[in-house]
């Protein structure tokens, strides 16, 4: 196709975005619809997998000893944690002494009559270990519990069981969420394709034309394919900055929250490093909408 | 130039449209294609450019196979045939001028072959004082020689017309009528359907008489009232 061609297909198509005033409307707004759904669950798809990954990050393997274990049995524990840092499988760890633990309890509990009974005695020594790699939990927690100091029951605990049930959640909720999607976006198919077959339809006595001059078909395609391009296009800008928009209002909002509940380790993502990647998948999917769409309209108009 | 070999176009309702026809027109003739309402003479016309398709039979125009041809040949087809109808067919947002081009910019034209083609076709029509003219400011008689402009300005190698000058009145006729053999003096193969009879009769061509979608006479020199 020539360029001079081209450039009268695009102006054509162009043109009949801007005639057709109330249609275009309503298929950009179909397509605004769309693809910000589209954009806040994988926003949210993206801020859930992060903030778990961080919370694994962040998960401890709580390890108590027995109240009467002994120095000994203390530095046969630490000996192995050492070994186990050099190795870098654990990435750092904590210790916290009886007294230490005595203290935390009173704080917490803002009340000493809550304490009674309760001595520093009776208090256990404790171990605080953070894995480099979360995965590597299982193994380090059966060789810990081998430990003749290590306090069998309950004494040992970690957070990643329940981690990896909510990711199974999650995961499931996605599919449900992907599958929802696809049906919006067949819906929206189907929207702008009836749009373009309005107009399409508006036009029958010009293609009638074109056809009996000797018009190609992609001659006649294109002023179409172009409309659902741009009415995609058009679409994804204006449901970018309303994602844009919303999204880092509710950042803010839940953020806030967040930090109120002193749960800053769970935090809601900034736009800006996402943006980009946002915006190309919605100039895609819009325009493959409207592209689809258009197609949909004129393929039955082209058989004479 | 056109060839029908024992082509018949029976419709979907099982409406005959024509029935075995065979007819050969040569390069540069005038044929006048004439009978009642309802006789063949669209359906006739409609095989030529591949609007419709022969159920049986062969259909031969300007060296295409009408009659089994791929879909990406059609546009091929029509871009060796002007056509004009009754009802005019014009883009009423487009000026004459624009009109006309349309058809070129339609076939991939140069900007500089349109505006000297244009013209040239306007001119021929006697129409170049209205160039800028929308279709519904000009007279019918004015608006059918846009088509006609625009059904030659590809210099088509067959002009085929259906009723014409149905629409227009007897003065206006004539004229389009006069343009028509202009035309076919220039060297093209000019095929009308009509059913006024004093037009053929006054213009001494090769009329082929259809009834009931056969051919029931093909007169060189003809008139409508000649029966052979
Ligand atoms: N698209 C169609 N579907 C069914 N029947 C048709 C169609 N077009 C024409 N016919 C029928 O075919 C016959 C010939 O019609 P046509 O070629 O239009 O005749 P004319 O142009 O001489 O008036 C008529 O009986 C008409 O009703
Ligand atoms: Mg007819």
Redesign the pocket.
């Known amino acids: 196709m020539k360029i001079r061609t081209m450039k009268l297909l695009i102006k054509e198509g162009a043109q009949n975005v801007i005639k057709n005033k109330l249609m275009s409307f309503a298929s950009i707004m179909t397509v605004v619809a769309t693809l910000f759904f589209l954009g806040i669950v994988l926003l949210l798809a993206v801020n859930i997998s992060s903030n778990i990954e961080a919370m694994k990050r962040d998960l401890e393997i709580t390890v108590f000893l027995n109240v009467n274990a002994t120095n000994y049995q203390r530095e046969e524990v630490v000996s192995f944690l050492e070994s186990k840092k050099d190795a870098g499988i654990i990435s750092e760890y904590r210790y916290e002494s009886k007294e230490q633990m005595y203290q935390n309890i009173k704080e917490s509990l803002n009340d000493d009559s809550l304490l009674e009974g309760f001595t520093v005695d009776n208090a256990a020594e404790s171990f605080y270990i953070k894995l480099v790699d979360p995965n590597s939990s299982d193994e380090i927690i059966t060789e810990l519990s081998r430990f003749s100091g290590v306090n069998k029951d309950n004494g040992i605990g970690y957070g990643k069981d329940e981690l990896d049930k909510l990711e199974g959640i999650l995961k499931v909720f996605n599919y449900i969420i992907m599958a929802i999607l696809a049906v919006l976006m067949i819906i929206s198919v189907f929207l702008i394709s009836n749009t373009i077959r309005l107009t399409v339809f508006a036009r029958r006595r010009q293609i009638e034309i074109m056809k009996y001059v000797g018009a190609l078909d992609s001659f006649i395609r294109w002023p179409f394919i172009v409309e659902g391009l741009l009415i995609g296009l058009i679409g994804a800008v204006l449901s970018f900055f309303i994602t844009s928009q919303v999204y880092k209002w509710l950042q803010g909002f839940i953020n806030g929250i967040l930090v109120n509940l002193k749960m800053a380790t769970l935090r809601i993502m900034e736009f800006g490093p996402v943006a980009f990647r946002i915006f190309m998948i919605y100039s895609i999917f819009g325009m493959v909408i409207g592209g689809i769409g258009s197609l949909l309209s004129v393929r039955k108009h082209l058989n004479v | 130039m056109i060839r029908f070999v024992d082509a018949t176009?029976i419709?979907?309702?099982g409406?005959?449209?024509?029935k075995n026809i065979t007819v050969n027109i040569e390069k540069g003739e005038f044929v006048f294609?004439i009978?009642?309402?309802?006789?063949?003479?669209?359906?006739?016309?409609?095989l030529i450019m591949h609007e419709?398709v022969p159920t049986e039979g062969e259909v031969y125009v300007n060296g295409y196979s009408v009659h089994d041809m791929a879909h990406s040949e059609i546009p091929y087809l029509r871009r060796s045939l002007g056509v004009v109808f009754q009802d005019f067919r014009l883009l009423p947002n487009k000026t004459a001028y624009e009109n006309v081009a349309f058809a070129m910019q339609i076939v991939e034209a140069t900007s500089r072959e349109i505006r000297r083609q244009v013209p040239l076709a306007l001119g021929l029509v006697g129409l170049s004082k209205k160039a800028k003219a929308y279709p519904d400011q000009l007279s019918g008689g004015e608006q059918q020689r846009v088509v006609l402009a625009r059904a030659l300005v590809n210099n088509p190698a067959v002009l085929i017309a259906?009723?014409p000058t149905g629409n227009l009145d007897p003065k206006t006729s004539i004229e389009i009528m006069n343009l028509l053999e202009e035309i076919n003096q220039r060297g093209t193969t000019v095929v009308v359907?009509t059913?006024e009879k004093s037009i053929v009769d006054s213009m001494k061509k090769r009329v082929i008489t259809?009834e009931h979608?056969e051919i029931i006479s093909d007169v060189k020199k003809g008139s409508y009232s000649n029966e052979n």
């Open positions: 176009k419709y979907s309702n409406v005959i449209g024509v294609i009978g009642p309402s309802g006789s063949g003479k669209s359906t006739f016309l409609k419709e259906d009723e359907a059913h259809l979608g």
